[in-house]
C-alpha cells in the first residue's frame, strides 16, 4: 500500500489498517544471548577445571540470573555487582580452591562479548522492515549500560528509531505500560503496532494483554499456543500481512 509520504507499509489481508510499528525483543531474539553466554560458562569451566557439564552449567546460571536480576531491577544491585554475587555462588557451588568472583566475571564477560552475534537473519530482517516504511524499536527488560554496548556491537543501533530499556519504563514486560510507552513514544495505535519475541510471558501474552499484536519468535520448534509464529526472523515480513 502507497503512502502521500511516498512509503510502503506492510498490511493484513483482513484489516484495512496498515501496521507502523514493529516492536523486537533483544536478547534470543535480535541478538543471540544463549550463544555467548554458553561461551563465556565454557570459559570458566575450562579455567576453573570444574566438573559440571555445560548443561548443568547453564541450567544453573539461568537459575542465578533469574534470582539476582530482581536486585538489579530493584536497584540494590549494579550489572556488575550481580554478575559478581552470580559468579561467586557459581565458585561455591564447584567448590574452587578460588573464590575470586571479579576474576571470575572478568574471564566470563571477556569470552561473552568476543562471542556477541545477532541472531540469524537480524540485521537484514530489521533493514527490510524499514525499507517497508515500518518503525523498529527494541524492547527489552533490562539495563541501558548493558543493552546499548549489546546492541552496539552487533551494528543493530543504527538501524533502530528507538531503544527501550527497563530503566526507560514505567514497569518492565509483561506490564502493558511497557508496551504502551514504546506506542505512545511514536504516536501509533496500539492495533497498529507488533511486538516480536521469544518470551510467550513477556512478549506475546504480555503485547497481546495490551492491546497490540504480537509473533513470537520460536526459532527451537517448541510446542505451546496456537499464536501467530515464526522460526526465522527472515520469516517475519510475509508473516506480518496475515496476522488478524
Known sequence: MLFPDGRNRVQTRMNSEPYELVIFDLDDTLLDTAASMRVGLEALLAHYRADWSLERTVQRHQELIQDIDPLVFAGTLNAQQARELRFSRLLTEWN????????????????????YAGCEGALQTVQHLRTLGLKVAVLTNYMREVQVES???????????????????????????????????????????VMVGDSLKNDVEGALGAGLHAVWFNRHGEAGPDVPSIRHLTELPERLTSLT
Open 96 to 115: 574452587t580452591p578460588s573464590l575470586d568472583a571479579s576474576e571470575a566475571t572478568c574471564l566470563y564477560r571477556q569470552a561473552y562479548v568476543t562471542a
Open 151 to 193: 546492541a552496539g556491537r552487533i551494528g543493530l543501533l543504527p538501524l533502530l528509531d528507538a531503544l527501550y530499556c527497563v530503566d526507560d519504563l514505567p514497569a518492565p514486560k509483561p506490564d502493558p505500560r511497557a508496551f504502551l510507552a514504546v506506542c505512545q513514544h511514536f504516536g501509533v495505535n496500539r492495533g497498529r503496532a
